[in-house]
């Protein structure tokens, strides 16, 4: 059973991640933990000094996570996206796909399960921030843009 | 109409493998039913009262012969011989077993057809205008743009938990007959010099809190939809409110913003969308439209019809419409036979309409919102062979738009959210105005049932709207007018105090009684309500 999964090539970040209201006020602080209803891109202005972010599912129901993610990314936030709690194993695809490099689920993975999910799908509909072509690029390759 | 290339058709299949593995660790015991529950709802398999009910997704409604015999095969072989045609366009069979399910959805594969999302928090099934490409009204046809809608809708891992289910409709004429203002995001292709977009409207739904959606776009060029609609999907997956599911439909987020700070935040979002190359190439809805080019129709066709047959010619004016093309028709096929359960079909009849579409409609037929079917490519030469083969399996019932054609959700018969029985209460008053010349003096009548407050059978735009509720223990209904689904979309008030299940019956009577005292020539029911307003009404029910 896998209780972190990473997919970066780098050291997991160690440090505690300081809750979203306690980081605006400490200006060393390089790691961020954030709720559901925490602004993602309240932190775009810092993201300089940002090397880990944890984005906390509460229930695996609430996907603000998702969007807060995505925002990092499209931003150009390149550090550790970490989803942490209710974190389950058939969403992991979907967390790839907004940009998580890295889990920490309350209840351990199955690492057959991570390995069968993200093999699963060898194609996707839409363009995200994951670099995968999707589809529609696959179809037109001499006119797509990006 | 659409076809599968290699990339839909890997997708399709790697998720009926998903789903199969998923299914057997449940069945092992390796999920439990909490873990699973909302698994097996993005594929659309609920448990219901007695069993478990699966959904299978028909695109914008739009389905081919070998597709309808597939359905009717599954209804047979794995169901009770018969399925539902919902308000979605879908079809839903009752009486699945759960290790059967990964079986059907790979049959439904082999047919480029799955249950992908058709429940759950997410963006559910395209629907679109059921004479999508044959209607002389539309400014484009908007199956491709609702196809482009649902690859992009198909996994999109940022909407898979939204704060509720989300449902998008698209059209393309000014008649709306696709109640397309009650969706989430209800979309209306318009042209402005001479090019065509999207004018987009959010928040509309029907459920406890039923809103008519404000336009917060008047054009989105063909070549920002997808970002535009995911910018629009985006505030609402982080500002939609999660903590009251009764609240959680975007409708109460565009209500509580107000929609001109929705549309500010939407555009906000867009602006920063639209950097990121979201969008498809032009080629690609291109390449979409190629698939619902025009058939290849005859020329020189008679338009005249043998109208001898009494019963044929009634059928006519009543379930056929009038297409685009010279010497073809639009043909209704109602699934609201007097006494029967509205949308149902058996495999029997789900066959023999395949047939017809094979041997008379280019292979193609339609779902309705209103639980009907639609053959859209008839020659009217071939209209008498239709309504004989039609009649012979007692699906010539020539209500199309009457008091009989109701639309009813499944209710207390199926339905563990349901409070009161639907399906009875069509019935009943589908026996009470049984004489087919009384509906037609009726006139367009469109009376809707919902079994709880959820609002499944549309009552809040019924002309006509029932509502099922639970009075300490007994059903109890509610009776409203002047709700329209319609381009002048309108929410129905209600009456005042229930009645018991025969007692609505008599209600409606009643009340229609009060339309033919009341109307002036030409008057529906709907605009002498609107004309009169509800005293009346009132004085006939309670005074």
Known sequence: ?146 | MYRYDQYDQSIVEARVAEFRDQTARRLSGALTEDQFKPLRLTNGLYLQLHAYMLRVAIPYGTLSGRQMRMLAHIARKYDRDYGHFTTRQNIQYNWIKLEDAPDILAELATVEMHAIQTSGNCIRNISSDQYAGVSADEVADPRPWAELLRQWSSFHPEFSYLPRKFKIAVIASPEDRAAMRLHDIGIELVQRDGVVGARVFAGGGMGRTPMVAPEIRDFVPESDLISYVEAALRVYNRYGRRDNKYKARIKILVHELGADEYRRQVEEEFAAMKQLGLDPPTAELDRIRGYFADPAYESGLPDSVDRSDPAFALWIDQNVKAHKQPGYAIVNISLKPAGGIPGDASSAQIDLVADLAERYSMDELRVTHAQNLVLPYVRKADLFAIWQALDDVGLAEANLDLISDIIACPGLDYCSLANARSITVAQKIANRFADPARQRDLGELKLKISGCINACGHHHAGHIGILGVDRKGVENYQLSLGGSGAEDASLGAITGPGFDENGIVDAVEKVTDIYVRERTAGERFLDTYRRIGMKPFKEALYG
């Open chain 1, 1 to 146: 059973m896998v209780d972190f999964l990473s997919f970066r090539d780098d050291e997991p970040g160690q440090e505690p991640a300081v809750t979203f209201e306690a980081f605006a006020g400490q200006t060393n602080a390089t790691a961020v933990r954030i709720e559901p209803g925490d602004d993602a891109r309240a932190l775009l202005p810092s993201l300089d000094r940002i090397s880990l972010v944890e984005v906390n599912f509460p229930v695996f129901g609430d996907g603000r996570g998702y969007s807060a993610a995505r925002i990092l990314r499209e931003a150009g936030y390149t550090g550790e996206l970490r989803a942490v709690g209710d974190v389950l194993v058939d969403q992991i695809v979907a967390m790839r796909r907004c940009g998580f490099d890295s889990f920490r689920p309350d209840h351990p993975f199955d690492q057959t399960a991570v390995d069968a999910a993200l093999a699963r799908y060898a194609d996707v509909y839409q363009k995200t921030v994951d670099g995968r072509a999707p589809v529609w690029a696959k179809r037109h390759p001499e006119t797509t843009h990006g």
